[in-house]
C-alpha cells in the first residue's frame, strides 16, 4: 500500500528546497496531485492528508470519477481534449491546461457561456517542437494568444507545456526556461484579459528544476499515488 500521504509531505518538502534554491516563495508553487487511473478512495485519501488540488486527463474517467470522489475537491483538466467533450467537463473544472488551439477554445467559451461562468484556461505549448505532441507550435503562439484573448468567459492564465522526454531532468531545464521566457514575451504584449501568472510544468521525474525555473503548477502523480498502468 503506497502512503500517499507521506508521498504528498515529501514532495512538498522537496518544492520547498526547489523554491530556497531558486529564491522563490513556496507559496507561489501549487502541487497538483495528478490521480488519472487512480481510484475515488485514493484520492479521498490525499485529501484527508491536506491536498485540494487534483488533476485528471481523460474525460469519460473524470466524469464517472468526480461524481465517485466525496470530498470537495478543485480539478483540473490536462490531457488532450476533443471539442465534443468539452461539454462534459462544463462547471466541474476550475481550469483546463491543454488548450492548444482556436477551435477548442471556441467550444470551452460556447459551453461555460451556458452557465454564464468564467473558466481559467492555460494555453499548451509543444515547447520542443516534436511531431506527435499535442500543444501549440511556437510560432502559431502569439495568434493563439490574441484570438483566445477576444473570446467570452475564458480568462487566459498562463502557459502549460509537457517537454520533451529525458531522463535526466537537467536536460528538460533548457524548454523550462525558455516556457518562462515565452510567458515574459506574451505579457509584454499587454492584452487587456491575458495574464501570465501561471506557468504548469513539472512531473514526478522534473518537478523540481520546474520549479527552480519558475513553475507555479507543477503536476505530479507517480511520485504522489505509485506506477500507473498503462491505458490503452
Ligand atoms: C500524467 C500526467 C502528469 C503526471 O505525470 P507523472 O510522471 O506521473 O508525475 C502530468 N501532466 C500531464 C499532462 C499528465 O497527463
New binding site residues.
Given amino acids: 500500500m503506497m502512503d500517499i500521504a507521506a508521498n504528498i509531505a515529501s514532495i512538498r518538502q522537496r518544492i520547498g528546497a526547489a523554491c530556497r534554491r531558486a529564491g522563490r516563495c513556496p507559496a507561489e508553487v501549487r502541487l497538483?496531485a495528478?490521480s488519472?487511473v487512480k481510484p475515488a478512495e485514493q484520492i479521498d485519501a490525499a485529501f484527508a492528508s491536506g491536498q485540494q488540488l487534483f488533476?485528471e486527463?481523460y474525460v469519460q474517467e473524470f466524469r464517472d470519477k468526480s461524481s465517485a470522489v466525496k470530498s470537495p475537491v478543485e480539478w483540473h483538466f490536462?490531457?488532450g481534449l476533443q471539442s465534443n467533450k468539452v461539454k462534459y467537463l462544463r462547471g466541474r473544472v476550475a481550469m483546463i491546461?491543454?488548450v492548444d488551439r482556436i477551435s477548442l477554445a471556441e467550444e470551452i467559451s460556447r459551453q461555460w457561456q451556458k452557465i454564464d461562468q468564467p473558466i481559467n484556461v492555460l494555453l499548451q505549448v509543444n515547447i520542443g517542437e516534436e511531431k506527435q505532441k499535442s500543444g501549440c507550435l511556437l510560432g502559431n503562439l502569439e495568434t493563439l494568444v490574441r484570438t483566445v484573448a477576444e473570446l467570452p468567459r475564458i480568462q487566459i492564465c498562463g502557459l502549460?507545456c509537457?517537454p520533451p522526454h529525458a531522463d535526466d531532468a537537467e536536460e528538460v531545464r533548457p524548454y523550462f526556461r525558455r516556457m518562462r521566457d515565452l510567458a515574459g514575451e506574451i505579457k509584454q504584449l499587454q492584452l487587456p484579459g491575458v495574464s501570465m501568472a501561471e506557468l504548469s510544468m513539472g512531473?514526478?521525474?522534473d518537478?523540481e528544476v520546474a520549479v527552480e525555473e519558475g513553475a507555479t503548477l507543477v503536476?505530479?502523480?507517480?511520485?504522489?499515488f505509485g506506477e500507473?498502468i498503462k491505458k490503452g
Fill in positions: 497538483i495528478v488519472k488533476g486527463s490536462l490531457g491546461h491543454s502549460m509537457l512531473m514526478s521525474g518537478f503536476r505530479v502523480g507517480t511520485a504522489i500507473r
